[in-house]
C-alpha cells in the first residue's frame, strides 16, 4: 500500500538499510584480502542468483524470461557487471571513505542521463545540488593527491562505478525494464553479472590471496543479506513510500562509511575528507528534493 509519507516503520527500515549498505563497503575491503575484488564480485552474483531466485519463487513469482526483455536484461546486466568491477576495485585501491564519497556522486549522472533520455527536467534546486555534488566528488579526487592514503587509481575506479550505476538506474528506468519491475531486474543483474564478472577475473591477477573462513562467511553475507535483503528492502522502500523522500536519505551512506572506515581501519578523517562528504551529501539532497507543488 503507497503512503505519502515516512512513517516510524519506514524510518527505522530506511536507517537500517543505509547503514547495511556502509557496512556492506567495510564487507568488501575485508573480503579483498581473501579474494581478488574482481571474483569476489563475481562469485557475490553467481550466489545471488539462488537467493534472489528463491525470493521470487517465495513471492509467488518465479523468474520468467520474456523475449522482449532479453536485450535490456543483458545490457542491465552488462552495466551491473561494471559498476561492481569498478567499485570493489576502487575499495580494494582507495579508503572506503573516498570511495564512498566518490560513488554516492552517482545522482549527479543519473540527473544528467534522466534529463535527456526520460524528460526528467533539471530544475534551478537540482542544477545546484548538481554542482555541490561534482565537487564534492571531485575535491575528494584532487584533495587525496599525495596523502599516502588512497590513490589516483582507486578514485577514478570509484567513479567509474558511480556512471555505472547511474546508467543501471537509467536502463531500470526504460520502458520495456520498469514492466519487469524491480525484483526481476535485479535477477537479470545478477544473471548476466556473475559469467561476465568470473570470465573477466583472470585477468586482473591471482583469483585467491590469504583466503580464511571468515572472507567466505561474509562473501555469503553479501550475496543473501546486502544483494537479496538489503536491495530488495530498498526497492519496497521505494515502491511505498515517496520515492524522493528515500531517494534524498541516501547522502546518510556515504556518511556512515566514512566513519566506519575510519573506526574499523582507523582511516583519517581530514577536513578535506569531510568536506567532500558534506558536498555530496548537500547535493544529493537537493537533487532528490521534491518540487513544490
Not at 78 to 103: K, N, P, S, W
Not at 171 to 188: D, K, S, T
Not at 195 to 207: M, N, T, Y
Not at 219 to 247: D, E, H, N, R
Request: overall charge positive; proline content about 5%; hydrophobic content about 60%.
Amino acid at each position: 500500500m503507497r503512503k505519502d509519507r515516512l512513517d516510524g516503520t519506514g524510518l527505522a527500515l530506511l536507517l537500517g538499510v543505509q547503514a547495511l549498505l556502509a557496512f556492506n563497503q567495510i564487507i568488501v575491503k575485508v573480503v579483498n584480502v581473501g579474494l581478488q575484488p574482481v571474483f569476489f564480485a563475481g562469485l557475490r552474483s553467481a550466489l545471488a542468483i539462488g537467493f534472489v531466485w528463491g525470493w521470487l519463487v517465495w513471492r509467488g513469482r518465479p523468474p520468467k524470461i520474456r523475449r522482449q526483455a532479453v536485450l535490456p536484461g543483458l545490457a542491465i546486466g552488462t552495466v551491473f557487471a561494471a559498476e561492481f568491477l569498478f567499485l570493489f576495485l576502487a575499495i580494494d585501491l582507495t579508503t572506503v571513505g573516498r570511495a564512498a564519497i566518490i560513488f554516492y556522486s552517482m545522482p549527479v549522472w543519473f540527473a544528467i542521463l534522466a534529463h535527456f533520455g526520460l524528460g526528467e527536467r533539471i530544475t534551478p534546486t537540482r542544477g545546484l545540488g548538481l554542482v555541490l555534488a561534482f565537487l564534492g566528488a571531485a575535491y575528494a579526487i584532487v584533495s587525496g593527491a599525495g596523502t599516502g592514503e588512497g590513490s589516483l587509481l582507486g578514485d577514478l575506479c570509484a567513479l567509474g562505478g558511480a556512471f555505472g550505476w547511474a546508467l543501471t538506474a537509467y536502463i531500470a528506468r526504460r520502458p520495456v525494464m520498469r514492466a519487469e519491475g524491480p525484483e526481476m531486474q535485479l535477477f537479470w543483474m545478477v544473471l548476466v553479472s556473475a559469467p561476465i564478472l568470473l570470465l573477466l577475473a583472470p585477468a586482473f591477477g591471482p583469483l585467491i590471496r590469504e583466503l580464511q573462513p571468515v572472507h567466505l562467511f561474509w562473501l555469503v553475507f553479501q550475496a543473501s543479506v546486502v544483494v537479496a535483503g538489503g536491495f530488495i528492502a530498498w526497492l519496497w522502500l521505494m515502491s511505498v513510500y515517496p520515492a524522493s523522500t528515500v531517494a534524498a536519505f541516501s547522502f546518510l551512506t556515504p556518511v556512515f562509511s566514512l566513519f566506519l572506515g575510519a573506526l574499523v581501519f582507523g582511516e583519517s578523517l581530514t577536513s578535506a575528507i569531510l568536506v567532500s562528504a558534506a558536498l555530496v551529501a548537500a547535493g544529493i539532497a537537493l537533487i532528490n528534493r521534491a518540487p513544490r507543488r
